[in-house]
Nanobody, 121 residues
Framework: QVQLVESGGGSVQAGGSLRLSCAAS????????IGWFRQAPGKERESVAA???????YYRDSVKGRFTISRDNAKNTVYLQMNGLKPEDTAVYYC???????????????WGQGTQVTVSS
């Protein structure tokens, strides 16, 4: 069982930065792939970035070069550094844990409650 808690969301102007944190409970945290997903009103949940237990990373094309995912296994925490934020990044951001390497939301078994990110133009 893994419990995930996101933090770090907020409201920023376009071009600003935020760092999201995903704190996890459970001694097996390091064995899970952790993904960040987002869901805007009226849209489907989409993958943003993911990091494997071996530190392999994935980014959706629209965030490459702006977002960085990292993990600190000693702190059971995964971070999403978001720079150069755009209004289209506005969404509720969720972190999730998977036992496999995937970017498909339905294949993630543990989810946090989400944190709101709002980017104004």
């Amino acid at each position: 069982q893994v419990q995930l808690v996101e933090s770090g969301g907020g409201s920023v102007q376009a071009g600003g930065s935020l760092r999201l944190s995903c704190a996890a409970s459970g001694r097996t945290f390091r064995s899970y792939a952790i993904g960040w997903f987002r869901q805007a009103p009226g849209k489907e949940r989409e993958s943003v970035a993911a990091i494997h237990s071996s530190d392999i990373t994935y980014y959706r094309d629209s965030v490459k070069g702006r977002f960085t995912i990292s993990r600190d296994n000693a702190k059971n925490t995964v971070y999403l550094q978001m720079n150069g934020l755009k209004p289209e990044d506005t969404a509720v951001y969720y972190c999730a844990a998977s036992t496999g390497w995937t970017i498909i939301p339905t294949e993630y078994i543990y989810w946090g409650q989400g944190t709101q990110v709002t980017v104004s133009s």
